[in-house]
């Protein structure tokens, strides 16, 4: 459960070597609150911003300075992989990510050796100014997509999976424009009207901001990188009907052109 969207600069907006990024988290109701984002350091000196999972540590997205933006979903497909008794929490594989430097960092360190001890799993990872990179991992075997905005709106769910995917591409295509080159979308407001969509009975199990008996949108995380800046902003609650606080930013660094 959980709906990805993003866009590079077009602009003013963000300037070259940009891009902004929504992010609705979706999770049982039975997990515990989440940590609001924060300014943390990796153990090489690189900061990034992050929320908290309060159950197991980890996290599902971070920004740091240098622009790069590492997120996570749950792969719910069958797994393909091993049975193990214990597994490592996905999240702590995001805070691992959140040091990396570039892209093909980000290539090297995705292999299935290194994903092994992790369910499967759905993770993109964005510079500002390469196109994302989408790495798929079934338990066995990874699957990477240099050009991850053909996959958007990145989704997952762990109820009618298929159903909800496909629900969400057609109201994708519907209210968002894409440019037909690089298939990105050129609208950041359509983007944003998209990630708090509900229909007219209330959000379900299939809008973007869902809701059902077991679980809901639980936060937005809505980032945006400029040249200069990278801001961090996070609504704690589904995006249709609760406020954002205040953002946290970093002054951003140059990035590795790799």
Do not use: K
Not at 63 to 88: H, K, P, Q
Not at 106 to 131: G, Q, S, Y
Not at 232 to 254: C, K, N, V
Request: glycine share 8%; hydrophobic share 35%.
């Amino acid at each position: 459960m959980c709906t990805l969207t993003w866009t590079r600069d077009r602009g003013e907006a963000t300037g070259p070597g940009g891009y902004r990024l929504w992010f609705n988290r979706d999770e049982l109701r039975s997990r515990g609150p989440e940590v609001p984002p924060q300014v943390e350091e990796t153990a090489s000196g690189l900061r990034y911003i992050a929320p908290a999972d309060s159950d197991a540590g980890g996290t599902w997205i971070a920004t740091n300075e240098l622009g790069i933006t590492v997120a996570l979903l749950n792969g719910y497909r069958s797994s393909r992989g091993e049975r193990r008794d214990e597994w490592t929490s996905r999240g702590h594989l995001v805070r691992e990510l959140a040091g990396i430097r570039s892209l093909t960092e980000a290539w090297r360190r995705l292999t299935p050796e290194r994903l092994r001890p992790f369910r499967p799993l759905v993770l993109a990872v964005l510079t500002p100014a390469r196109p994302a990179l989408i790495a798929r991992w079934d338990g066995q075997d990874v699957t990477l997509d240099p050009r991850g905005q053909r996959q958007l709106p990145v989704t997952s769910s762990s109820y009618e999976q298929s159903e909800v995917r496909v629900r969400r591409r057609a109201l994708f295509a519907e209210m968002v424009r894409t440019d037909p080159g690089t298939g990105e979308p050129v609208d950041a407001s359509e983007l944003e009207a998209f990630q708090r969509w509900i229909p007219e009975g209330g959000a379900d199990a299939f809008s973007p901001s869902m809701s059902r008996a077991d679980s809901a949108t639980r936060s937005q995380c809505q980032v945006e990188v400029t040249p200069s800046v990278v801001t961090f902003g996070y609504t704690p609650g589904p995006p249709h009907e609760a406020d954002p606080i205040a953002p946290l930013q970093l002054p951003r660094r140059p990035a590795s052109p790799a």
